[in-house]
């Protein structure tokens, strides 16, 4: 089975993250693709310029409409960036997609610095949308920020992760490539126990749009049957690949290889 992904993220204009990431990923790893816009920005690797937000109203109609159609797997959420936004998507997820894997990355800053989630928003992803997400896929900052502990360590990851279980999540991913150090270390912690992946660092200034494209490689896999382990298995290889290959565009945080190419079900 191909798998059906529902995307519901901002896009980038740079085509290195957000919908355009998102699409690339599920596309490579055969999986299709349907998308919900959110917001639309004005942006390259150097940072985001501008944001121009979809109305509600029009976010729940592109979901809705895909879903009573086209129907999804999976739906894997990005940049929300307000409550209202994010009450839509609990709304049209509760209503035409409860049963529905939802694949949670909490997108919050760009690398630039650029903030992408307003402040007031943040109590209404931790009260609508964790509880009902399948995973949610953190970064140390966005984790940080969700908890409102400081993460300075694995071990300090470890007892995050397992604080952001207990926030409703089935399974929590939390990404530690903000951390220091020649290992890069992911935790993912679910009601069954833990298991840490690890991988030496890559040094690049090519990392743009990784973690859409990890969790969106992760909804494919899940709209594709396979387990949550396996799943992000081969999305952390697809997305390592996808760095070392990188094609070295733009002055800034430049773009991934999203072209490269992994089995879909190895």
Do not use: W
Not at 80 to 109: F, Q
Not at 114 to 137: C, K, N, Q
């Amino acid at each position: 089975m191909q798998g059906r992904v529902l995307i519901v993220a901002g896009s980038d204009s740079g085509g290195g993250a957000g919908i355009q990431a998102d699409l690339k990923a599920v596309t490579a790893l055969g999986a299709f693709g349907a998308t919900a816009i959110t917001a639309l920005t004005a942006q390259n690797t150097r940072g985001v310029f501008g944001v121009f937000p979809v109305p509600p109203a029009f976010l729940a109609q592109q979901m809705s409409l895909v879903l009573e159609d086209i129907g999804a797997d999976a739906i894997k959420t990005g940049m929300l960036h307000s409550a209202e936004v994010i009450d839509v998507v609990a709304d049209v997820h509760a209503r035409l997609a409860k049963d529905v894997p939802l694949v949670v990355d909490p997108v919050m800053v760009a690398k630039g610095g650029a903030p992408l989630l307003l402040p007031e928003a943040r109590e209404a992803l931790i009260g609508r949308l964790l509880p009902r997400a399948t995973l949610i896929t953190p970064n140390v900052p966005e984790a940080e920020v969700l908890a409102g502990q400081t993460i300075d360590s694995v071990s300090a990851m470890r007892r995050v992760a397992a604080a952001l279980l207990a926030l409703g999540p089935k399974a929590v991913l939390l990404k530690g490539g903000h951390l220091e150090g020649p290992k890069v270390t992911d935790v993912l912690v679910t009601a069954a126990g833990e298991q840490l992946f690890e991988d030496d660092r890559i040094e690049t200034t090519s990392t743009h749009g990784t973690g859409c494209t990890l969790a969106s490689a992760i909804a494919a896999g899940i709209a594709q049957g396979l387990g949550m382990e396996a799943a992000i298995t081969r999305a952390r290889r697809y997305l390592r690949l996808a760095i070392q290959k990188a094609p070295g565009l733009g002055h800034g945080h430049g773009p991934l290889n999203h072209a490269v190419t992994v089995a879909p079900f190895d």
